[in-house]
């Protein structure tokens, strides 16, 4: 599985697991993630953020790779400027948002599409997420944001309000539709089957990549697909314990202490001695 690194691809989820907790990418990780791509291997992101909130973090690395997105909704190559793959909610997914707002009248809310963020209901988790994806979102009334072209919708709110809207989706049987807690303040609303674990499935057949091994690391509910569905799935020590049980390796480190660092350097030395 790990005879030739130039044939080894690692996804990292962001927040988290390659982020810090001031949402910066440490000097153990960068220096880690350069030596692992001067040796060939080819690294790159599996994340939540939309196509504009990750341009503030394309500085930090120089990723030749095409990324995850929108949790799995699309795949994007920022060097060709092109959606590889996309799968947008269905048209009922609008009508779906206005009975979550109309339930819970505590919850933000935003359209996430692929030429931005639209904000239909802020409040102050709603403007905390704009604020740590530095993005500028349009506001917008849910009538105004047009149809067809919605990768996914944030619901925000605060941590003891979540499992309301988790209580509420089950109760509704949404079976068009898919929900996921992306953090302990957002639920996130999909198009139904679609993850990071499905996206990954897409990233297989990409051309050039067939015979890759596919490595994945990620901390929270919404990374555990993509752990189950890579080759080898790797988890922070700060992940859930549902992540972690979900993983094949669990790494002594958090994302405060170089866990991708840690993660490169196992996957360096299950390569070979030719690449140390």
């Known amino acids: 599985m790990f005879e ?9 989820d962001m927040d988290g697991t390659l982020l810090n907790s001031r949402k910066e990418i440490s000097d153990t990780d960068r220096r880690a993630i350069e030596k692992f791509m001067s040796l060939g291997g080819k690294f790159t992101v599996a994340t939540g953020r939309t196509i504009q909130s990750f341009g503030s973090y394309r500085s930090m690395m120089e990723l030749k790779m095409p990324l995850i997105m929108y949790n799995g909704a699309a795949i994007y190559d ?10 947008p909610l269905p048209p009922e997914a609008k ?8 339930a819970l009248p505590q919850a933000g809310g935003e359209i996430l599409k692929a030429d931005g963020t639209y904000v239909i209901r802020n409040n ?10 530095r993005i500028e979102p349009f506001y917008s009334e849910l009538d105004e944001v047009s149809e067809g072209d919605w990768l996914k919708v944030l619901f925000a709110m605060a941590p003891e309000d979540i499992p309301q809207i988790e209580i509420f989706v089950k109760q509704k049987n949404y079976n068009i539709v898919s929900f996921v807690k992306s953090s302990e303040i957002f639920c996130e609303m999909l198009p139904l089957g679609i993850t990071k674990g499905s996206a990954l499935a897409e990233y297989r057949r990409l ?8 490595v994945a690391i990620g901390d929270f509910d919404n990374d555990i697909e993509m752990l189950r569905e890579a080759d080898l799935g790797a988890a ?14 669990v790494l002594k480190n958090s994302c405060e202490t170089g866990a991708v660092a840690e993660l490169i350097e196992y996957i360096i030395e299950k390569c070979g001695d030719k690449y140390e």
């Open 207 to 214: 051309e050039g990549l067939e015979n890759h091994t596919f």
């Open 124 to 133: 102050d988790y709603e403007e905390l997420h704009t604020k740590l994806c």
């Open 78 to 87: 920022y060097n060709t400027d092109k959606v590889l793959y996309s799968q």
């Open 4 to 12: 030739d690194i130039t044939k080894v691809v690692l996804l990292s």
């Open 95 to 102: 009508q779906i948002t206005r009975e979550i707002l109309d």
């Open 236 to 249: 922070p020590a700060n992940a859930e314990e549902s992540v972690k049980r979900a993983a094949d390796l």
